[in-house]
């Protein structure tokens, strides 16, 4: 039997709840692989906090199962032509990677400056059970990040660009800007709608609450990618070049120590930050500008 489109035409319902079902199933096996190899390396009675290299392949192996497999699943199943359901297409014009590193780089400050008021949000006292739960996952998430990325040197340095900023940028985006931005669009016409409920969605899985915002309007920015240049490798590069960024900040000492960009400022900063935040998106505009008109003469 040839599965290759066996349920192309079904309903978006139908597809969105095959996902999930792969979601889940593709996280449950490669939790599944990366505990068996790390007890067969290791033994039971191993801590894997004590070893970074294990968590940088069970978080490869936790990306491959969680976002892409099911990708690929997905459209495999509903498509018969898998890589325009994905969008898999060269990139039109190489010379737009270049005006998405650089707006990445302008869209910094605002970045960080929406994480400084996300980070001071707080719930109505009534609310104080949530933001203590929200307050736990954000610390889990940031610990994690911390011994993921720990290591001086060349070769942690690489893992970690290759498990953290390439891999979890292609994964995710086949994920919320291939497959799920294609289920979406079947109900709903208005692509901005599009983009902004998947931004949302790819913001609140990372379970990160005290840094929705500017997740989500990130995401927000590689679909629109994703709509101008119809294909997914260049949201893929921009994404890419956002995680590496952070890879490259958080393992440099020197870096760290500027508070503009790692984003941990204090209040009499946030002026200065503003103000570079200010600069920075109206240049961050003229390059969507460029890129747009990139990709309108096509």
């Given amino acids: 039997m040839k599965w290759n489109g066996y349920f192309a035409g079904q309903p978006a319902a139908m597809q969105f709840f095959a996902l999930l079902l792969f979601l889940l199933g593709g996280n449950l096996l490669a939790s599944f692989i990366g505990v068996a190899i790390f007890l067969s390396v ?20 936790s990306a491959i199962g969680t976002f892409l497999a099911p990708s690929l699943c997905v459209a495999w199943l509903f498509s018969r032509n898998p890589k325009a359901y994905l969008h898999i ?9 270049l ?33 203590n739960w929200m307050r736990q996952q954000e610390d ?23 498990v953290v900023a390439l891999t979890a940028a292609v994964t995710e985006e ?31 899985f990372h379970l990160q609450f005290y840094g929705f915002l500017p997740r989500m309007l990130l995401g927000a920015y590689f679909g629109y990618l994703l709509i101008w240049s119809r294909s997914i490798w260049l949201p893929i590069c921009a994404h890419f070049f956002n995680n590496a960024l ?26 200065e930050l503003g103000l570079w935040a200010i600069i920075g998106t109206l240049l961050f505009f003229l390059v969507i500008k460029k890129l747009r008109t990139i990709y309108s003469s096509h």
């Fill in 140 to 162: 889990t998430m940031q610990h994690f990040t911390e011994i993921l990325i720990h290591g001086d040197g060349f070769s942690p340095l690489l893992s970690n660009l290759i």
């Fill in 99 to 131: 005006w998405v590193f650089i707006s990445m780089l302008c869209l910094t400050p605002l970045i960080n400056l929406t994480v400084y008021w996300n980070e001071s949000l707080s719930l109505p006292e009534w609310l104080a059970p949530v933001e």
């Fill in 42 to 61: 290791y033994g039971p009675s191993a801590i894997m906090e004590q070893y970074p290299d294990m968590l940088r392949l069970l978080q490869f192996l």
């Fill in 89 to 97: 297409a060269p990139i039109s014009d190489r010379t737009s990677v």
């Fill in 246 to 271: 952070s890879v490259i900040i958080m393992s440099n000492h020197s870096l760290q120590e500027y508070e503009l960009l790692t984003g941990e400022i204090s209040s009499a900063e946030v002026r």
């Fill in 174 to 204: 086949f994920l919320f800007r291939g497959a799920l931005m294609r289920i979406i669009g079947q109900w709903i016409r208005n692509p901005h709608g599009v983009i902004w409920i998947a931004a949302i969605l790819f913001s609140a």
